[in-house]
């Protein structure tokens, strides 16, 4: 390779939330930077995409997993982990979102949300690093969190969503400054308005947000997954060696006005 510190040849990567959209393109592009990498979603069946792109990676593997089981979850991580006598790499993408006034928000679907996108990535990280410091070769784990984490979203009424993105990128912080003496860094990624399959739907109920949201940053329009191609590989790889409790926000300026 032109730029070695990009390879991850030999690494073994996990990535939950990948059955299907940013986590699935996400895992794609450690595949093709050498990884072996593992898909773990709630799904019973990842999406084609997942089998299109195994068709090109054998060794690309999916296991069912809820991150709200967590001793499922440890299990998992665990008998990868020992089945490759090491684990490199964490990106943690699974969260659910929920469009809801706050004066609206119920207890249940409030704590349903912090479940999955604070505690899940928790227990996600925690599986991970476990293992990272019980076979020594430190690692690299990547929270995905968002630039609602950061800004509040004109006219996107999710106070829950928001709340547990913020959650994320101090919980980042703080793993990295427990995990550094481990040789584990801990970085997020904060994107702006992604068009995935969710938000597509959301647009034929919400037409006018497709214009009005690529507006709010200075590009000027809504991003692909496959922009976080790149960020991902950058922060599992060496190309990072010296980046940690950091975040990385891919968000088209749109909290930089």
Known sequence: MALPEFSLKDKVVLVTGAARGLGLVQAEALLEAGATVY???RLPEPSPDFHTIQQHYPSFQYRQIDVRDVPGLHKVVEDIA?????????????????????LEYTPEDANRMFEVNITGVFMAAQAAAKQMVRFGKGGS????????GTVANRG???????????AVL???????????????RVNTISPGYIVTAMVEALFET?????????????????????????????LISDASSFMTGSDLRMDGGHSSW
């Open 39 to 41: 898909a773990l979603d």
């Open 170 to 184: 101090q919980l980042a912080r703080n793993l990295a400054s427990e995990w550094g003496v481990h040789n584990i």
């Open 82 to 102: 020992n089945n490759h006598n090491r684990l490199d790499g964490l990106i943690a993408a699974a969260g659910i979102q929920q469009e809801t006034p706050a």
């Open 206 to 234: 919400f037409p006018e947000r497709r214009t009005d949201w690529a507006t709010q940053n200075m590009l000027g329009r809504l991003s692909q997954p496959k922009e976080y191609r790149g960020a991902a590989v950058f």
């Open 141 to 148: 784990i990547v929270l995905i969190g968002s630039m609602s």
């Open 156 to 166: 996107l009424i999710c106070p829950a969503y928001n709340a547990s993105k913020a």
